[in-house]
C-alpha cells in the first residue's frame, strides 16, 4: 500500500501562483511515476504533469509554461509550482503514484478568484 498525502492547495488570485506537494509513504519502489491530475465537477479527471524517477515529465499541453513539476526522489515526493493561475484553474488536484497499480492522493482543492 501507497499513502499520498497532499498539500499546497488553497484561494488565490488570478496571476498569483500556488505550490502543491504531495508525500509518498509505504510500499516504496524507487522506480516510479508521480504527479498530479486535475477534475473538475462533472469532468473526467484530466492530466496534468508526471515525472518519473528518472526525470522525465509528461505535461498536458495546454498547462505547458504556467505548471511545472519537480520531485525530491530523497523524500518520496512530487511538487507542482503553479504560475499565472487563471479562474479555469479552479479544480481539484490529485496526487498520483505508479509503480504498479496507481494509487490517487485524497485531492486538495485550488479556488483561482478573479
Known amino acids: 500500500q501507497v499513502q499520498l498525502v497532499e498539500s499546497g492547495g488553497g484561494l488565490v488570485q488570478a496571476g498569483g501562483s500556488l505550490r502543491l506537494s504531495c508525500a509518498a509513504s509505504?510500499?516504496?519502489?524507487?522506480?516510479?511515476?508521480m504527479g498530479w491530475y486535475r477534475q473538475a465537477p462533472g469532468k473526467e479527471r484530466e492530466l496534468v504533469a508526471t515525472m518519473t524517477s528518472g526525470g522525465n515529465t509528461n505535461y498536458a499541453d495546454s498547462l505547458k509554461g504556467r505548471f511545472t513539476i519537480s520531485r525530491d526522489n530523497a523524500k518520496n515526493t512530487v511538487y507542482l509550482q503553479m504560475n499565472s493561475l487563471k479562474p479555469d484553474d479552479t479544480v481539484v488536484y490529485y496526487c498520483y503514484y505508479r509503480a504498479g497499480p496507481p494509487y490517487w492522493g485524497q485531492g486538495t482543492q485550488v479556488t483561482v478568484s478573479s
Open positions: 509505504g510500499s516504496i519502489f524507487s522506480i516510479n511515476t
